[in-house]
């Protein structure tokens, strides 16, 4: 069990006084000196009153402990449900169809998302492609085999707009695991991005602090290895720039850790090593809400108290 407001725990001293206050009251030697019950009444007031039962106090208890909202972990039974949510953003700039990995970083990306599906049977995942604008492809969902449908759509040349606003679609990233209200979150970047501005990085910083702010974590997979590369898109060919730097500076402001792709599952096993300490964060807010229960029986041993006393 845990409580996501423990500190309501203290009141808990508050009625311990308060009922040991009353035993006391109750051993008045007034209440025996004086034999009518009328008189006693009306010398004493309510220091004749008999203390109140048991069921009161418990009562007052089971409030408090409704106050620290706790909730109980559901172990073994929901072994197989996970809280994570995971949102994955994959570049969709022009530098993408770069071919120092092959066949291309984009398609490599494309092969790396679907081994992070492989992994996240057990999670939510949602996705974002990032080009001048972000669009969210697809909402957070257990429905791996639409996002697996999504994946071969993911191409720098059908993106509306060229480009890579990093900080867009890190502030997308975010609004889906803060609206669907994820207890515990992770946001992927699959990208060969670099910042071309100070405000550029400033803003994509601004973003990755957001996200760990929010208690989540953002990971980046860096998707090249040459630094300077020409690349051909729409009959036009670029020198494209890749700052492996930024993107580990990146990460670091957004709590997570910084990879280089690799062909085997190495990378994202230090991705998902670096995430598992998002649940202790999260863990105090986790499991099933008993809260309204114990007030409901608090509730019902107060009325019974009450009719007592009537």
Same mark, same amino acid.
Do not use: C
């Given at each position: 069990?845990?409580? =996501?407001?423990?500190?309501?725990?203290?009141?808990?001293?508050?009625?311990?006084?308060?009922?040991?206050?009353?035993?006391?009251?109750?051993?008045?030697?007034?209440?025996?000196?004086?034999?009518?019950?009328?008189?006693?009444?009306?010398?004493?007031?309510?220091? &004749?009153? @008999? /203390?109140?039962?048991?069921?009161?106090?418990?009562?007052?208890?089971?409030?408090?402990?409704?106050? +620290?909202?706790?909730?109980?972990?559901?172990?073994?039974?929901?072994?197989?449900? &996970?809280?994570?949510?995971?949102?994955?953003?994959?570049?969709? #700039? /022009?530098?993408?169809?770069? #071919?120092? !990995?092959?066949?291309?970083?984009?398609?490599?990306?494309?092969?790396?998302?679907?081994?992070?599906?492989?992994?996240?049977?057990?999670?939510? =995942?949602?996705?974002?492609? +990032?080009?001048? $604008?972000?669009?969210?492809? #697809?909402?957070?969902?257990?429905?791996?085999?639409?996002?697996?449908?999504?994946?071969?759509?993911?191409? /720098?040349?059908?993106?509306?707009? /060229?480009?890579?606003?990093?900080?867009?679609?890190?502030?997308?990233?975010? #609004?889906?695991?803060?609206?669907?209200?994820?207890?515990?979150?992770?946001?992927?970047?699959?990208?060969?991005?670099?910042? @071309?501005?100070?405000?550029?990085?400033?803003?994509?910083?601004? $973003?990755?602090?957001?996200?760990?702010?929010?208690?989540?974590? !953002?990971? =980046?997979?860096?998707?090249? @290895?040459?630094?300077?590369?020409?690349?051909?898109?729409?009959?036009? &060919?670029?020198? @494209?720039?890749?700052?492996?730097?930024?993107?580990?500076?990146?990460?670091?402001?957004?709590?997570?850790?910084? =990879?280089?792709?690799?062909?085997?599952?190495?990378?994202?096993?230090?991705?998902?090593?670096?995430?598992?300490?998002?649940?202790?964060?999260?863990?105090?807010?986790?499991?099933?809400?008993?809260?309204?229960?114990?007030?409901?029986?608090?509730?019902? !041993?107060?009325?019974?108290?009450?009719?007592?006393?009537?």
């Amino acid at each position: 069990m845990n409580f =996501v407001m423990p500190w309501f725990g203290l009141l808990f001293g508050l009625l311990w006084w308060m009922q040991y206050r009353s035993a006391q009251h109750a051993q008045s030697p007034w209440l025996t000196a004086i034999e009518s019950a009328e008189l006693r009444q009306h010398l004493l007031g309510d220091a &004749s009153v @008999t /203390p109140r039962g048991w069921g009161f106090w418990l009562a007052l208890n089971l409030m408090v402990l409704a106050l +620290m909202q706790p909730r109980i972990d559901l172990g073994q039974s929901a072994q197989y449900r &996970s809280n994570m949510a995971r949102v994955v953003v994959m570049d969709l #700039s /022009p530098s993408m169809l770069a #071919s120092d !990995l092959s066949p291309s970083r984009a398609k490599r990306a494309q092969f790396k998302l679907r081994d992070i599906l492989a992994l996240s049977q057990a999670d939510r =995942v949602a996705l974002v492609g +990032m080009a001048a $604008a972000s669009y969210v492809l #697809s909402p957070l969902t257990e429905d791996q085999r639409t996002l697996e449908l999504m994946i071969d759509g993911l191409d /720098p040349e059908l993106a509306p707009v /060229p480009g890579g606003n990093v900080a867009a679609a890190l502030d997308a990233a975010l #609004s889906l695991l803060v609206g669907e209200g994820a207890q515990e979150g992770q946001v992927i970047l699959l990208s060969d991005a670099t910042a @071309t501005t100070a405000g550029d990085v400033e803003r994509a910083m601004a $973003a990755a602090s957001s996200i760990n702010a929010a208690g989540y974590q !953002l990971s =980046v997979v860096g998707t090249a @290895t040459d630094s300077k590369i020409q690349v051909n898109y729409q009959g036009m &060919s670029e020198l @494209t720039q890749f700052d492996p730097a930024f993107l580990n500076e990146l990460a670091g402001a957004g709590g997570g850790a910084y =990879v280089e792709m690799r062909a085997d599952d190495g990378d994202l096993a230090q991705i998902w090593q670096q995430a598992s300490g998002i649940g202790s964060r999260a863990g105090a807010g986790s499991g099933q809400a008993i809260g309204p229960y114990v007030l409901l029986l608090a509730l019902l !041993l107060l009325a019974i108290s009450w009719r007592n006393w009537a």
